[in-house]
């Protein structure tokens, strides 16, 4: 049958279709795939029939009960192909879109029209969708469905490999999985503080990620620096307007708002920028400290979220709003005056407060009482090895008793006192004290001795989440910058042909992997120095240095 003229096609399709239940109308072909993810916009929740938000959905139980709240979701979906659509769904939507042409036909005063099908209107050769998008054309028409459901894992915000910086959606339909592109007002009003809690653990991230600094030193005074210095201003914005006038002189490209005159943008208060943190300095000292790798130090973060707390009233008192979190402004527990509530017995209201910020600040996964055990367990924690090792004083005063640090790594999977050297010394504890703390710290990999490459030359860092990599073939400044002149002279000339039948080029790999792992040891606050034991001159130097590491030095 003939299709209606595009305007009125146009004009059928123009408002959503629907509202549908996913599991009714959507196929089991409609899925998320790598680069290619469902799109939900106007994304809307609910919990017994009221408007919620990611605050409250996001909002684990924390009691380790199983959790059967059902949170109703609904959003617009385009459908790109007619195999999205299961029988039924096809039924439901040709049913809509034939009554509204000819609610339209009456509306107009025009005669019945054909019945339009969906089949028809996704035919590549004469219909109106599912064609490949033609640059420059903004007149393509979709199909667009509202689409409801329910959550079925909680929502992952730019922590999801398939929308790294995006909101990323389970429906319990078929495990369906969505990236929610915009939010209804009212929900995405809800949705503030969780949005603004990942994006802050997203950028701490990446400013941890860029960097070699010692986990000690990771304080908020220092992410609020890192952010200052490194993007706040990026050198990108220094040409460039968001909201211009083409015909302005200034301006070199019209699409970009390119300027030839530098931009001075306002300047960034610290204490504007210390209160995003502050807002969130709970839920970070909950959250972080349940982390397999943190990535920041407990004892710290934690004075600053008590420090906030008085912060936080003390600008009350002059009608500031400083410091908290968004939607929970007037809490109780937050408003009072945190010195009124000192009391006698420091512990037992430590551990009311520890109990308190638990709650307030459950983690996903994890009961209250599981983290508050780990909280309390960090309390009493050293502080993790700062790392400054002592440099033990040589009798003799020789240079020749001195152990390179940028070849102190440890490559032993063994961490008992057996595998310490000769120079352990028995009436010093300092050692043993730490050695549980070595444990938690050090990854595994980084005890092991390291694979050599294969057969393409190219070696992964075996450490989760590094992705490192070092390819013999086309070396790096990054990883020739340990090694000497004639050592990167002999790699680059490639004379050898296997690194396992060379002996030089082995021991090349081996001091590039060294200074590689020795970045990882600078992340966990650790490095080498001088110690007093004897080496083996049979072994590499990458498995000499565990012995100097847990028997021959000592702690700050």
Not at 129 to 135: A, H, K, M
Not at 259 to 265: A, K, M, N, W
Not at 333 to 351: F, K, R, V
Not at 466 to 476: F, R
Request: glycine share 6%; with cysteine; hydrophobic share 30%.
């Amino acid at each position: 049958m003939p299709l209606p003229q595009r305007k009125i096609v146009e004009e059928l399709l123009r408002q959503p279709f629907g509202p549908y239940r996913d599991e009714k109308v959507l196929s089991e072909e409609c899925q998320s795939k790598p680069g290619k993810t469902l799109v939900l916009n106007s994304f809307q929740l609910a919990y017994n029939d009221e408007i919620i938000g990611l605050d409250e959905s996001e909002q684990p139980l924390g009691t380790g009960e199983v959790d059967n709240r059902q949170y109703r979701f609904r959003g617009i979906l385009s459908i790109h192909s007619l195999f999205w659509l299961s029988q039924v769904g096809v039924k439901l939507v040709e049913a809509e879109l034939n009554l509204r042409a000819n609610t339209r036909s009456m509306r107009e005063g025009e005669r019945p029209p054909s019945i339009i099908t969906l089949e028809g209107l996704f035919n590549k050769q004469t219909g109106y969708l599912g064609r490949t998008p033609v640059p420059g054309d903004d007149d393509e028409l979709e199909l667009k469905l509202k689409i409801q459901g329910f959550r079925n894992f909680p929502a992952l915000y730019m922590t999801s490999k398939l929308v790294p910086d995006g909101l990323f959606w389970h429906s319990k339909d078929c495990n369906r999985t969505y990236e929610v592109a915009t939010m209804d007002v009212y929900t995405y009003q809800l949705s503030e503080n969780f949005l603004w809690r990942y994006r802050l653990l997203a950028l701490m991230i990446k400013i941890v990620g860029e960097g070699r600094t010692p986990l000690e030193k990771r304080t908020p005074a220092w992410f609020v620096t890192q952010y200052l210095e490194r993007f706040a201003h990026p050198a990108s914005d220094e040409h460039e307007r968001l909201i211009y006038d083409s015909s302005d002189s200034d301006i070199i490209n019209v699409d970009e708002g390119k300027t030839y005159l530098p931009r001075h943008p306002r300047r960034i208060h610290r204490r504007d920028v210390l209160g995003l943190f502050a807002a969130q300095s709970e839920w970070f000292v909950t959250d972080n400290e349940v982390k397999r790798k943190r990535i920041f130090p407990f004892k710290p973060w934690n004075a600053f979220r008590k420090e906030v707390r008085k912060a936080r009233w003390q600008a009350a008192r002059n009608n500031i709003i400083w410091g908290w979190p968004i939607g929970r402004e007037h809490q109780p527990d937050l408003e009072s005056d945190p010195d009124s509530e000192e009391g006698d017995d420091e512990d037992d209201e430590d551990g009311e407060d520890t109990r308190i910020v638990v709650e307030r600040n459950p983690v996903i996964g994890k009961t209250n009482e599981i983290v508050r055990r780990k909280i309390d367990k960090a309390k009493t924690r050293r502080n993790p090895p700062s790392a400054r090792r002592v440099n033990e004083p040589s009798s003799s005063g020789s240079s020749s008793d001195e152990h390179d640090p940028t070849r102190a790594h440890a490559y032993m999977s063994d961490f008992s006192r057996g595998s310490s050297s000769t120079a352990y010394d028995s009436s010093d504890e300092s050692v043993d004290e730490h050695l549980p703390e070595f444990r938690e710290l050090i990854p595994r990999q980084l005890t092991q001795l390291p694979e050599l490459p294969g057969p393409d030359n190219r070696w992964w860092c075996p450490v989760p989440d590094c992705g490192h990599m070092v390819d013999l073939q086309h070396l790096t400044r990054d990883d020739i910058k340990a090694l000497s002149a004639t050592t990167v002279f002999y790699l680059m000339e490639k004379k050898w042909r296997s690194i396992r039948e060379d002996e030089r080029a082995k021991k090349c790999f081996y001091e590039m992997v060294t200074k590689h792992y020795e970045d990882h040891f600078a992340d966990l606050g650790l490095r080498f120095v001088q110690t007093r034991g004897r080496v083996s001159r049979s072994k590499p130097v990458f498995l000499q240095s565990l012995t100097f590491f847990l028997g021959g030095n000592r702690w700050d």
